[in-house]
């Protein structure tokens, strides 16, 4: 069992978002939509808003889940059963390395 945001419900956020920041409502249609929302969610240094992507926020949330399960195994919530998306799983163990040292730490099975 995950604990994962539904991509319904970001979808549905994502409107509201974007009726908000276009329109100050709850909807905007397409007419209304003046810059494209991937330049929107960019940083402020490449042109963009700043806001958030949600998807990417997500990800980075998984990836901070599977940090601490790696760096905290003996802290009661780290046996929790988050399900991380296979994506967010890849990136990590390429951004990650281990170091065996003398193997106290290393579980082989």
């Not at 549905?12 to 929107?40: F, I, N, S």
Request: aromatic fraction near 14%; charged fraction near 15%.
């Amino acid at each position: 069992m995950g604990y994962d945001f539904p991509v319904w419900a970001q979808r549905a956020l994502e409107k509201v978002r974007r009726g908000y920041l276009w329109r100050g409502q709850k909807e905007a249609k397409g007419g209304h939509c003046l810059v494209a929302w991937d330049v929107v969610c960019c940083p402020h240094e490449l042109g963009g808003l700043g806001t958030s992507n949600l998807k990417i926020m997500g990800w980075a949330l998984h990836m901070c889940w599977l940090w601490l399960q790696k760096t905290e195994p003996h802290r009661p919530w780290s046996s929790l059963p988050i399900q991380v998306p296979y994506e967010a799983q890849q990136f990590f163990a390429m951004a990650v390395t281990s170091e065996v040292g003398n193997g106290a730490h290393m579980l082989y099975w």
